[in-house]
């Protein structure tokens, strides 16, 4: 029966695990995310800043909700699409040894999270007023 199998029958379940395209779909998807957000939040933060007094116009700035939850999607979106183009570009493409690969992993994972919560905490906790 193996016989009349199409050369594509036979190839299929070897090779890649079939989750290049989904995770390449979500990078690009995170990139083109990224560009508007940036252009809108380091454009009305340099304005109101050049045009302000410094950390009094900074802080005015992030009190204003549109402006604090664009810096924190802001700051999601370009941590995950960070680690993730690190896990994908340096760790699973060149580090082969299973110790020292998962370590990289849990290294960045953790790194991108403990920024990620520091950020986010810290626009929270000027858009609230503390």
Not at 49 to 75: F, K, Q, T
Not at 106 to 119: E, N, S, Y
């Amino acid at each position: 029966m193996a016989l009349m199998r199409s050369s594509l029958g036979r190839a299929r379940g070897l090779g890649a695990s079939g989750e290049g395209t989904s995770h390449w779909f979500g990078q690009q998807i995170a990139a083109i995310a990224l560009i508007p957000l940036s252009l809108y939040v380091l454009t009305t933060f340099m304005l109101q800043v050049v045009l302000g007094n410094g950390y009094e116009s900074a802080r005015v700035w992030l009190e204003n909700p549109i402006n604090g939850i664009a810096m924190i999607l802001m700051l999601s979106v370009g941590i995950i699409h960070g680690a993730n183009g690190m896990i994908s570009g340096l760790i699973e493409d060149y580090v082969h040894h299973r110790v020292l690969h998962l370590l990289g992993l849990l290294a960045i994972k953790f790194t991108a999270a403990v920024t990620l919560m520091i950020g986010v905490l810290a626009v929270l906790k000027i858009m609230l007023g503390a």
